[in-house]
């Protein structure tokens, strides 16, 4: 079963074609993908100004750990011998741990500062215009209406070897969660991103289901934080890189073409249901 937003990996081109091509209805045109292009590279010049260069990274991560094994070595000791005794014992180990704590507090206030610098940036209230900009022109060359839902959608990348589909996992997650702009048009359900508009026959959509594993997605796109308010009964599970794992649906869609599918958190469904009031069932 094909994935609307699963996208086949061709490792000897670097490229990705998108399965659910055949439902797209409308398309913004080349030179809108190139400003979008321009301004997708501005944004992660922003971005990445707010964060430690990656070498400094490591030597934070490096640090962190030797933080650890001091505050572990001394949590060992501590009662049976003083601070003075244990350096005594250990003073190259300690000496080094202890510079290393003190470099990993002393980096992670620096990026801190770094960020708080870029939060209040001209750069970004300038990256901030320039989408609200393009998002307006997106709108209205897609004839997105104007009481559309933001919901998540899940995209991944996938590999067929031996006939067999294997999900390719990315340097955190395996699942990129995707807003996109929920619309019924016509007896459409819709989804739109920035260049394009997916539509759906609310007749061929067939059933809901919860599927039993967790999807591990790369971010949270939601105002309202993932353990509070309406989001906490899900249940949502955090890494340490953000990264999170969440239950989803899946979407059952069939027509003369063949059977799809269509990911979505679960806490997406009354937004979908209320587009397409199919049944939904447990995997």
Known sequence: ????????????????????????????????????????????????????????????????????????SISKNIGELSFAEMFHNAPVLLSSCSVAAVLWIALSVYERIKLKRVMSSAE????????D???????????????????????????????????????YYSY?????????QGDNLCLADMQAVYS??????????????????????????????????YRIKAEDDDSLHVKYYALQISDVFGEYELFFPEYELKAFKAIANVPDDIE
């Open 176 to 184: 990129s969660n995707d807003e996109m702009k929920l619309f019924k």
């Open 124 to 131: 970004l209230k300038q990256v901030e215009h320039s989408f």
């Open 1 to 72: 079963m094909k994935n609307v937003f699963g996208n086949l990996y061709d490792k000897s081109r670097d490229t990705t074609r998108c399965d659910g091509e055949r439902f797209i209805t409308a398309r913004t045109d080349l030179q809108f993908n190139k400003e979008l292009e321009a301004f997708s590279s501005d944004a992660v010049d922003v971005a990445e100004s707010a964060v430690l260069p990656l070498w400094l990274q490591i030597i934070r991560g490096i640090c962190c750990f030797g933080g650890i094994c001091l505050i572990l």
């Open 133 to 171: 900009e393009l998002n307006a022109r997106s709108e209205k060359e897609l004839n997105v209406p104007s009481d559309y839902v933001k919901v998540d959608v899940l995209s991944f990348e996938y590999t067929v070897k031996n006939g067999k589909e294997k999900l390719r996992d990315q340097i």
């Open 200 to 233: 759906i026959p609310i007749s061929d959509c067939k059933k809901y289901i919860l599927k039993k594993r967790r999807a591990h997605v790369d971010t949270w796109n939601k105002d309202e934080p993932f353990n509070k308010g309406e989001y906490k009964q």
